[in-house]
């Protein structure tokens, strides 16, 4: 099926939609390339000129060199392409964009928005239960499964062709691979740097001014220099801050903007804001993402937009791509453990999320817990990165695991459908493919650096940013979340998590969540996070009317 309907983008559902034609092909997706002009140098006589759509250029390299010339694109896109009797799903090596698919009596429908998929009247889906137990545990949801049953998620880096026959064949035509390189750091530092620049160049809009969002943070503070360094147009960098007692890095995204010269605004979002548009937020998300900082990310967005920046760039993809938190424990993990069962670092590696994985016997209802009874361990999603991929390193195999999951089902994607709807286009140059291939030649002794995380990526910057940027320990955004679920959230958890849909759908057990809105049992505030995640799954089960 490859009718209009199936295959386009709902308004307000992230990057519209367009059709392209090469050929004897045609498709429908969201493309932005960034190395447009290489493409059309591949192309020779065949290319077409200058002020095509990058869309028809990227399908062009498809209908002549296939996957390959899918892997020479640089930028965010998916693709959807009849070709022939087919289907061929492509989208782009990181996973920028998101492309959905699913198959009804022996038809197929594909588009970037999970809603037009799952209103196909020809599917009949409902809760897929797997998927809430993956939520809960990762705040996202990582590789193929939606909270839809029989709707899936295409990944990145492949072509999935979907064939008339019902069957699928799945091609990879990009994936990181380790390279022995003992050059010195100081040989890598200057190729990483290089690479950074060029990145960050191709990502700025021509004669228009650009947005940073700048935390204060080594990696939003390089791209702000970079930035700044290399634009010729007005530089706008936003912060964030809560009202309250919450630690902020003001202090720091503010010497790095005046170091910058660029014209900053901080933005302070009170408890009040957050309880209003929550629910509006949680349904820009084709998938949940259980991350406080969502509805502050969306005021950022938008903020920038108001401005007249058009393109947004950020700092994200240094800690999966660099090194960031969470590998030091697990090394340390490693280094100390004495369980022989091949699954262990796996189910350390869940985890060390911190999130709701230890209290799912407790949290999930009885009926559910029978219901995953048979369904695959949680592990089995991270065995092909973690536990069973091609890196040899350990970190790089954290890395990895990070960049196919949370990079690719969180990160990306939630900044990508929150600046589209604010009418922006979100870039991070950190998630630059020659930028993640030059990391895993990095070798991984230069990315950890005994207690010293991404320290490669700090050396390529060095001389950009004040020494009190560089060399800050990662201290991270505290989020208010406790004192919102507190106070001006109170009311909408309890009527939300203990209401009448909620009871209905049987998800969880009341007696847990009673105990976690009154905070027993923990010496350590930590049920807000906890909270936050199942009150974020409501939410969206809620706006996507999704069925038993």
């Known amino acids: 099926m490859t009718d209009r309907h199936a295959l386009g983008l709902l308004p307000g559902s992230g990057t519209p939609a367009a059709y392209f034609t090469a050929g004897e092909l045609t498709a429908v997706g969201a493309v932005t390339l960034f190395n447009a002009a290489k493409l059309r140098a591949a192309l020779g006589a065949d290319a077409p000129p200058p002020d095509v759509p990058d869309g028809e250029l990227l399908l062009r390299m498809y209908a002549r060199f296939g996957n390959a010339g899918i892997a020479r694109a640089d930028g965010m896109f998916v693709l959807a392409v009849a070709d022939g009797t087919d289907l061929v799903l492509l989208r782009d090596h990181v996973g920028t964009r998101t492309l959905f698919y699913a198959r009804a009596g022996r038809a197929w429908a594909a588009s970037g928005s999970i809603r037009a998929v799952a209103d196909w009247p020809a599917l009949r889906t409902g809760l897929h239960l797997p998927a809430v137990r993956s939520f809960l545990t990762f705040a996202y949801l990582p590789g193929r499964e939606t909270l839809f049953r029989d709707v899936h998620e295409a990944l990145p880096g492949r072509c999935l062709r979907l064939r008339p026959d019902g069957t699928s064949v799945e091609e990879i035509y990009w994936e990181p691979a380790e390279a022995a390189d003992d050059r010195s750091a100081a040989a890598h530092a200057l190729d990483l740097r290089a690479l950074l620049e060029d990145a960050t160049v191709r990502r700025l809009p021509v004669g228009e001014p650009v947005g940073v969002l700048l935390s204060g943070g080594i990696d939003s503070s390089l791209v702000t220099a970079l930035a700044a360094k290399n634009h010729d147009q007005t530089v706008r960098s936003y912060s964030i801050a809560f009202t309250g007692t919450t630690p902020n890095e003001l202090a720091y995204s503010g010497l790095v903007a005046a170091h910058c010269h660029t014209e900053h605004r901080v933005l302070t979002v009170p408890g009040e804001t957050v309880a209003a548009r929550l629910a509006e937020t949680v ?266």
């Open 283 to 548: 349904a820009l998300l084709d998938c949940p993402v259980g991350d406080p900082l969502t509805v502050p990310n969306l005021l950022l967005a938008e903020a920038a937009a108001a401005d007249g920046a058009r393109v947004v760039l950020n700092g994200e993809g240094g800690d999966p791509v660099f090194g960031g938190p969470k590998n030091l424990p697990m090394l340390i993990f490693e280094l100390t453990r004495d369980d022989p069962d091949p699954t262990a670092r796996a189910r350390a590696y869940l985890d060390s999320y911190r999130k709701c994985y230890g209290d799912l016997p407790v949290l999930l209802s009885p009926d559910v817990l029978a219901a995953l009874t048979d369904a695959p361990p949680l592990t089995d999603l991270l065995a092909p990165t973690l536990t069973r991929g091609a890196m040899t390193s350990l970190l790089n195999q954290l890395l990895h695991t990070n960049l196919r999951t949370k990079g690719a089902h969180h990160i990306l994607t939630k900044v990508e459908r929150l600046t589209a709807a604010s009418g922006s286009e979100g870039r991070a140059p950190l998630f630059d493919r020659a930028v993640i291939d030059h990391a895993f030649r990095v070798p991984p002794r230069f990315k950890l650096a005994g207690a010293t995380e991404k320290w490669i990526l700090k050396e390529a910057v060095r001389d950009l940013l004040p020494a009190t940027i560089v060399d800050r320990p990662k201290s991270g955004m505290r989020v208010p979340v406790q004192q919102w679920l507190a106070g001006p959230l109170r009311d909408l958890g309890h009527d939300l998590l203990l209401g009448r849909s909620a009871r209905a759908r049987g998800l969880f057990r009341e007696d847990t969540i009673r105990a976690w809105l009154r905070g027993d049992g923990a010496l350590l505030p930590r049920q807000g996070g906890k909270l936050w995640l199942v009150l974020s799954l409501e939410l969206w089960l809620r706006a996507f009317d999704v069925g038993p």
